[in-house]
């Protein structure tokens, strides 16, 4: 039996202090009337010696009631000396009423009270069968062994009766005993297991760290035990790329990277810190802190921990995270403020160089809100027609003649005027409004390229969350279907990030819309990982130098020489080359030198409206091509 079971069964002697009582004034009143009846000294000492243990018995179950102090083995014991010295007083104001000439009525008032408190008991106390029986034992024996002095018949015949209660009485006892003892072993197995369950629905599996309930409540309590005065950092750590690790290594390997990063946290941060995986790559942990340069010395140093290579099955990884970071009191006192705070700074942390980290200010909030407000406005802004498409030519550089027109984003706002794509594209990312938004794109430029020349093509950007979202293909098909333009004369611009943060969905969707004559260029060469895995698995019939090599201020001989092995490899794989960021007649022929076949750029033309560039187009078919204004 443990220790939790046998203290469960040793509290139900006391948990019901009253039957107690009960049982003492019904003993009580009884010994009165036996003293009174038959005012013998040795009555009258027992029932004095039997009253004081009854009182004895009440006052200490109610004090000891409930006590957790008191050990189980002292709490056994005064029940046990308490028990015994009133059963077996009981059973001698039994026998003496036996013995001692007592008037019939109050002989077997005394008997039969004796004999019925003897057979309560057991039942009463069967949560620790020796006290119960034992009691039983006391009251009965006196009583048998006074009717068996007696010698009469009437009396024996009591005797052999009571003695053959006894078994019946102690099985009663043993069994009440095993099913207590079961209950209760069984209630503690579930309480175990309800415990279990708990830290398991609060474990992160992969990395033993709290999860996200956990943190929950890990942070409410520090949270509650902490005073006014007491300041707090939040952070939350985001790894750069994770997904890559799992892509290219598989989540095996992913799962060992965050078990990794999980023990470096651990390592770095104080002991009364509190760490959680909060889902994905994602960790959030607090700590108390001095001030604001402690918290920027404990984030560096945790930077530090995780940019240290991991090796895993012969491989070498090198991990980064960015970190937002909120402060209490200064950036909330909840749980719920404080992880709004982080979670922005977080935000910002990602926007700049990743691998740092930042403190949240309230400027950050007031961005958000202008987000916001973006996002409402941009959504209105599609059903009111306040979008425009502008066209920027791309030409021929060894005609001047226009070959494609890129379609570019405008968006006039009635009260705010003009706003910069590098304003409203990111928040049109991260809402999924880019969706809706280059769907339209889509369909408006296929309407402006039906009205131009046949051998005109136009140049649609494409967002990574276009392709994802379902039903893709079918949004541009139908553009195509409803501007009645040929396929071929759509070309779609994708950057190098697309590839890899999802290769298989982006190459089905490349290869279902190159089979109906759908052309692809890679945007913004050079500046990404530039891959020639990329051209070499993917139809790219184009391949735009970013514009950083020609009109950057890292331009020279080196970047130069860059743009000719670019050019080199566009003509052996048959491939146009595009030049961005035209601004000058030396630029012009420098690229075209180089081996570039289009070029897009001021010098050329800025991006127009649709009536614009079909003046541009029909400028270009009546002369010479495009020239610098």
């Known amino acids: ?27 009580i009143l009884s010994g009165l009337v036996f003293a009174i009846y038959v005012p013998h000294p040795i009555v009258i000492v027992s029932v004095v010696a039997f009253t004081l243990v009854a009182v004895a018995r009440v006052v200490s179950a109610i004090a000891l009631a409930g ?24 059973g001698l104001l039994g026998a003496l009423a036996i013995l001692i000439k007592s008037p019939q009525p ?65 099985a009663v006892t043993l069994n009440v005993h095993e ?82 990063v999980a023990r470096r946290l651990r390592d770095s941060l104080p002991v ?24 920027d010395k404990l984030a560096k140093r945790i930077e530090n921990q995780i940019k240290r290579a991991m090796r895993f099955d012969g491989d070498r990884l090198e991990i980064t995270g960015s970190m937002g970071i909120a402060l209490m009191p200064e950036h909330g006192s909840d749980a719920d403020h404080l992880m709004q705070a982080a979670d922005l700074a977080l935000y910002h942390a990602k926007l700049g160089t990743r691998g740092g980290h930042r403190f949240f200010d309230e400027s950050m909030t007031r961005e958000l809100a202008n987000r916001r407000e973006i996002e409402a ?23 001047g003649h226009i070959r494609c027109f890129e379609a570019l984003l405008r968006w006039f706002h009635p009260t705010k005027g003009e706003l ?80 890899i943060e999802d290769s298989e969905q982006t190459a089905a969707f490349i290869e279902e819309l190159s089979a109906k004559g759908v052309r692809f260029a890679l945007d913004d060469f050079g500046t990404g990982y530039s891959s020639l895995s990329y051209i070499h698995k993917f139809p790219f019939s184009k391949i735009k130098v970013d514009r950083c090599f020609v009109s950057g201020t890292d331009t020279g001989p080196r970047a ?21 960021g035209l601004e000058e007649q030396h630029q012009v022929e420098t690229v075209r030198d180089a081996g570039c076949t289009l070029g897009q750029g001021y010098f050329f033309s800025r991006a127009v409206p649709d009536y614009l560039a079909a003046m541009l187009l029909a400028q270009d078919s009546e002369g010479d091509g495009l020239r610098a204004a």
């Not at 009364?272 to 402690?294: H, Y």
């Not at 079918?474 to 279907?481: S, T």
């Open 106 to 170: 109050v002989e077997v008032m005394m008997v039969a009270t004796a004999l019925c408190y003897g057979m309560a008991i057991t039942a009463r106390n069967g949560g620790r069968p020796i006290i119960a029986l034992g009691q039983m034992m006391l009251s009965f024996l006196p009583v048998v062994a006074a009717c068996l002095y007696q010698g009469s018949l009437p009396m024996i015949t009591l005797a052999i009766t009571t003695l053959l209660v006894i078994p019946a009485m102690a």
């Open 377 to 399: 406005e941009l959504r209105l802004a599609i059903q009111r027609d306040e979008l425009s498409l502008f066209y920027q030519p791309i030409v021929d550089l060894q005609t």
């Open 272 to 295: 009364d810190a509190g760490i959680a995986r909060f889902g994905g790559d994602e960790f959030v942990f607090f700590c108390p802190v001095s001030g604001r340069d402690e918290c």
């Open 67 to 90: 006590s957790k102090n008191a050990s189980t083995r002292f709490l056994e014991l005064v029940y046990e000396a308490g028990a015994f010295s009133y059963a077996f007083l009981f």
């Open 1 to 27: 039996m443990s220790e939790r079971v046998r203290r469960t069964l040793v509290s139900t002697l006391y948990t019901q202090p009253v039957s107690l009582a009960i049982g003492a004034l019904i003993g």
């Open 420 to 499: 910069r794509p590098a304003e409203f594209i990111p928040v049109a990312e991260e809402t999924g409004v880019i969706v809706t938004l280059g769907n339209w794109i889509t369909r408006q430029a296929a309407l402006a390229c039906a009205q131009w020349p046949e051998h005109i093509s136009v140049a649609v950007n494409l967002s990574p969350l276009q392709i994802k979202a379902p039903g893709s293909v079918l949004a541009i098909e139908q553009a195509l279907r409803e501007a009645k333009l040929d396929p071929r004369r759509l070309e779609l611009e994708v950057t190098e990030s697309l590839f």
């Open 179 to 260: 099913t207590l003892r079961k209950s209760i072993a069984a209630a503690e197995t579930s309480e175990r297991l309800a415990r279990k369950m708990e830290v398991l629905a609060h474990t992160d599996v992969v990395t033993g760290l709290q999860n996200r309930a956990g943190l929950n409540d890990m942070l409410v309590t520090q949270l509650m035990q902490s005073t006014q005065n007491d300041s707090l950092a939040l952070f939350w750590l985001d790894l750069d790329r994770f997904k890559e690790v799992n892509d290219l290594l598989g989540h095996q390997i992913g799962d060992r990277v965050l078990s990794e």
């Open 560 to 580: 130069h020489a860059i743009i000719r092995a670019v050019a080199a490899m566009g003509r052996g794989l048959d491939m146009e080359i595009v030049a961005e």
